[in-house]
C-alpha cells in the first residue's frame, strides 16, 4: 500500500494543485472583474460629476436669467401700472376736452352774437353823422357828408352834390375797422 498512498498523494496533489490552479484562475478572473468594474465606476464617477458641474452651470445660468427676468418683471409691472392709470387720466382728459370744446363752441357762438349786436349797434348809431370832407385812398373826395346808413356792402352818404353810395373796398383801413367790415367776406362773395 505503500505504493499506492504515493498515487494518492499524488492525485491528491494533483487535484489540490488544478484546484489551487481554477481557484487561482477564478481569483484573477475575478480581479480583473473588479478592477474593469472599478475602472468603470470610476468612468461613471467622472462622468457623473461632469454632468453634475454642467447641471450646477446651467442652474447658475437659468437662476441668473429668472432673476433677471424678475427684475424685468417688476419693472413690466410697474409699467403697467402706469399705463392703467394713464389710460384713466387720457380718458378723463378726453371728457374735459370734450365739455372745453362745447364750451368754446358756446363762447364762440355768444360772441359772434355779441359782436353782430354792437356792430348792428354801431351802424346804427353813424346814420345821421356828419363827416364835413370824406377823401377815399382812390382820391376822390366829398364835402358836406353826412352817413345815411351803414350796410354789409358798405356807406351810403349824402354830400353837397347829392347822394352816392360807396362800396366798403373803396372805403380806407380806419372805416373798415370802424364799422368791422375787414372780418367779413364782401357780400355775395362768401360761401352760400
Not at 487535484?15 to 472599478?38: D, K, P, Y
Not at 461632469?50 to 436669467?65: P, Y
Not at 378723463?92 to 352774437?113: I, K, M, N, P, V
Request: hydrophobic share 35%.
Amino acid at each position: 500500500m505503500a505504493g499506492e498512498s504515493g498515487t494518492g498523494t499524488i492525485l491528491f496533489g494533483l487535484c489540490a494543485l488544478v484546484l489551487s490552479g481554477v481557484g487561482l484562475s477564478s481569483l484573477v478572473h475575478h480581479r480583473a472583474e473588479f478592477f474593469a468594474a472599478n475602472q468603470g465606476a470610476r468612468q461613471e464617477s467622472t462622468d457623473s460629476e461632469d454632468r453634475r458641474m454642467a447641471l450646477l452651470s446651467r442652474k447658475q445660468r437659468l437662476q441668473d436669467e429668472f432673476d433677471a427676468l424678475s427684475s424685468q418683471a417688476e419693472t413690466f409691472r410697474e409699467l403697467h401700472r402706469r399705463a392703467r392709470d394713464n389710460a384713466v387720466r387720457v380718458a378723463g382728459l378726453r371728457g374735459r376736452s370734450d365739455e372745453l370744446e362745447r364750451a368754446c363752441g358756446q363762447l364762440a357762438r355768444e360772441f359772434a352774437d355779441y359782436r353782430a349786436r354792437a356792430r348792428d349797434q354801431t351802424w346804427r348809431r353813424a346814420a345821421g353823422e356828419r363827416i364835413g370832407t370824406l377823401a377815399l385812398p382812390n382820391g376822390r373826395q366829398f364835402t358836406g357828408v353826412t352817413i345815411v346808413r351803414i350796410t354789409e356792402q358798405g356807406m351810403e352818404i349824402s354830400h353837397d352834390d347829392g347822394r352816392a353810395r360807396l362800396p366798403r373796398a373803396a372805403l380806407g383801413p380806419a372805416w373798415q375797422e370802424r364799422f368791422q367790415w375787414q372780418d367779413q367776406p364782401e357780400a355775395g362773395t362768401g360761401p352760400r
